[in-house]
């Protein structure tokens, strides 16, 4: 059976219908927006990584380059010593002196093959305190880290200089010592607080003292990452270190992220590290991001709160409407039935309320639920000859007023035209308390319009008896009464049809 | 010996290092130029062995066991110009470390306008011999003072005061003094060396329930320093009965020796309950040997190398005696800008200073290695 679309079904049709794609564009919206932030954190991730290498990268070569020049300024300051005519140890020290302050070299020193440094304040016998002496011979540069008894830490470069003769003594190397302070300074970034370095031996030892961020610190950093990264990554991470290759490590501390970049330092052991806190871009471009999905949910709210209040007044148009053609239609239906149960002639109830009525009263008086109950029965006199004689409308005429006779006198009747010359009125309560009282003045009225020649009107009526079973009883009584006052009055003169049997 | 046990953690030490070396160094120094002397106040334990209970000062302790924080005190030199030698035993890290705190005084007097240069040299090899060539060398050479780590105070004293008796202003330094009379005018460094020896070997026996086979190694023969504190070793395990030395053996200062010695030792008594080691090089030569050989033989040893804070972090060594070496070689010179202005020991001076020894232990070997190294 296919079943009916109501209105509720309708409505509620429209309603999840609604809601389904409100809840679709919400959703399509959310969804977007986590795309959206989860892409663009993915493009500034790579963009900081980029960025943090490119800065790792630029220092390390800083750190290159100082190491080169001073190289090179070592070789200067040997091939001033070697072409000056030094004689004693004093003019050496002198020597030196003179050329740390004029070459910018720090503990500018020359060693000989007994392994007896000599700087400008001392001379000491250094085997057991600089590594690059644990050789008998020089052959090649060495750079190596300091470890100096007192936590500084150091830069030592050593340059062979198998030229090199003294007043008769043989000098097999000369060195500075650069101390890794003054490298961090002339690394310092000035953005600090955000972005921090670090330089770091090959087992992740610090060697610059700096703070690389709240996490790191001062720790070693190896053995520091190796509590937030998965332990592959971190061997991996170990492996680079130690053979020297660069590389980028991200992780989470305390909900915030940390990536740091590594880039080994040319012809160190070092590794230059520079770590980025909450990076700025990222930091910037994730405010937008949430700016933007912010923006998005506040579209899709205002969206749906518009479409709410636009449901709730088309609902509210829609129940209006359904309430005035309710209310249209139940006036048509009653107009519809005043139309069956009316005489459009007269406006009195036709034969068809009559009908109804009768049917109703009979159910009372099987009911035992009525006592009073009072019919009429009125016929008009002579309608036929009117019809015939002076035409319709003059029979109508006849009957309407004959109608308007009845309905003056029974006020507090129902009065029902039943046939073309017939009515009957019902009389209950009021009207039938007052019938046989407006029977005789109706009657009298009759009897004088028969000498006006005005309407006249045959009346029988009847009550209703205990024995009566329907209203057809009473009416029978009645009209039966009524045929006896039609005589009567045809006998005082009132008009009548020409072929009737009576005439 | 200043003989701290401490058996909590020391880690939060590191953070307040700083503070703590400031403040301890501060009363030091502040000690120091009151006296004049240079010298540091020496805190000797009770001899209570490394369980006992902790002591509250142990963690300032181990942070002021190496004072880097010196100042030069209100003396005002004579001249502007000094020039010393030195001369110590043995080519040897420990001396490189007297070296850095005598060359911090050299650049505080250069900051006051005030030149001093030396030499600081020493043989390859530990060698009374050659000390007295040394010597030898340098008297008729133009130094304000001269300043002597004794190689051997019974060959050495002699030299020292014949150079005395000539004029020269001498003086003595680091780890060995000269022999008991010797002219010298004044000795900055360890006095206490018998104790140090005795100081550890208590803890040895302690943490040994006072049974069991030990072995001493000592440095360089003759070396007063670790001749003391062998001597102290040994008449400390003969106050217990159920203890015996099964060898005493000499590495000569050489980090190989000391393994090679230790492997010979074990080998000839695999049951060997303990080592006792003199110097510097020894605990390291021990500590490789026992780590070679996986013996469960407990180490006690001298100063402050590297290595051998490596392996006391490790549980390798069971505990170590550090000397102040810095503060030895701050002193010592700031001393002998007074000697060569002719000034003898008193106010100015103490004739004999006595630095400081810290024993730590494993929980101590992290900040000692920060503090010392830088090693994180």
Known sequence: ?503 | MRYYHKKAGMIPLVLIAAVVLSSCSTASSGAAASSGTGSSEVTVTDGSTGTSEEDPRSEDAVNSAVNFDHELDQYEPKKDHYNFYFTYKIVHPWWDAVALGMEDAQRKFLDKGITITYEYMAPEAASAEDQTKRLLEVRDRDFDVIGVDVADEEVISPVLDEMVDSGIKVMTFSSSDAAEGCKRIAYVGNTHNYQDGADLTEALCEKLGYKGKVAILVGSKGAPCHEDRARGAKDTIAKYSDMTIVATEYDMDSVDMAYDLTKKILADTPDLDGIICCNMSNPVGAARAVTETGSDTVIVGMDHDQEALHYLKDGIIYCLGVQDCYSIGFDTLQNAVKIADGNKPGELFQEKTDEITTVIYQEDAAIMLELLYGDN
Not at chain 1, 153 to 174: E, F, N, R, W
Not at chain 1, 252 to 271: A, K
Not at chain 1, 455 to 466: A, E, F, Q, R, W
């Open chain 1, 1 to 503: 059976m296919k079943k009916q679309i109501t209105r509720k079904t309708f409505i509620l049709t429209a309603v999840v219908g609604g809601i389904i794609l409100m809840t679709a564009v919400i959703l399509n919206t959310v969804f977007t927006s986590i795309q959206t932030v989860n892409a663009t954190n993915e493009a500034v991730a790579e963009v900081s990584s980029f960025y943090l290498e490119a800065m790792a990268d630029r220092r390390a070569k800083t750190i290159t380059n100082l190491i080169n020049n001073n190289f090179d300024q070592m070789k200067k300051a040997v091939d001033f010593i070697n072409n000056e005519p030094i004689g004693s140890d004093e003019e050496l020290r002198t020597a030196i002196g003179s050329l740390k302050s004029l070459l910018s070299l720090d503990r500018f020193a020359l060693v000989d093959t007994d392994n007896i440094v000599y700087t400008q304040y001392t001379t000491y016998t250094g085997g057991s305190r600089h590594a690059f002496l644990s050789n008998d011979t020089m052959d090649k540069r060495y750079i190596s880290t300091v470890s100096i008894y007192g936590s500084s830490k150091q830069l030592c470069l050593a340059a062979p200089t198998p030229d090199l003769v003294i007043a008769g003594k043989q000098y097999k190397a000369s060195f500075v010592q650069i101390d890794v302070k003054e490298i961090v300074d002339l690394l310092a970034f000035e953005d600090e607080g955000r972005t921090y370095f670090g330089l770091y031996s090959k087992n992740g030892e610090n060697l610059s003292g700096t703070k690389l961020g709240d996490f790191i610190s001062g720790h070693n950093l190896l053995d520091t990452v190796k509590k937030v990264i998965p332990e592959e990554s971190w061997n991996e991470h170990c492996d680079n270190f130690s053979n020297g290759v660069e590389g980028s490590i991200t992780y989470t501390v305390n909900g915030s992220d940390e990536t740091l970049c590594y880039v080994p330092v040319e012809g160190t052991d070092w590794m230059m590290v520079v770590l980025i806190c909450d990076s700025v871009i990222q930091n910037r471009i994730r405010s937008i991001s949430e700016h933007s999905l912010l923006l998005s949910r506040r579209q899709v709210a205002f969206i749906l709160i518009l479409s709410l209040i636009l449901l709730f007044i088309l609902l509210t148009m829609m129940k209006t409407l359904s309430e005035r053609d309710l209310a249209a239609e139940k006036e048509n239906t009653k107009t519809f039935r005043n139309m069956a149960n009316t005489d459009s002639m007269t406006g009195v109830r036709n034969k068809h309320a009559y009908s109804d009525a009768e049917a109703l009263l009979n159910q009372r008086i099987r009911e035992n639920d009525i006592d009073k109950l009072g019919v009429i029965v009125c016929d008009i006199n002579g309608l036929k000859l009117v019809n015939d004689t002076l035409g319709h409308a003059a029979g109508d005429k006849l009957i309407k007023d004959a109608c308007a006779l009845i309905c003056e006198h029974f006020t507090h009747g129902a009065v029902y035209r039943i046939g073309g010359d017939e009515f009957v009125v019902i009389l209950q309560e009021k009207g039938y308390d007052t019938m046989l009282e407006e029977l005789d003045m109706v009657n009298r009225e009759i009897e004088e319009n028969i000498k006006k020649n005005e309407v006249v009107v045959s009346i029988g009526y009847s009550t209703l008896t205990p024995e009566d079973q329907m209203v057809h009883d009473v009416f029978e009584r009645a009209d039966q009464m009524m045929y006896k006052r039609k005589k009567q009055l045809k006998q005082m003169g009132a008009p009548t049809r020409p072929d009737s049997p009576q005439a």
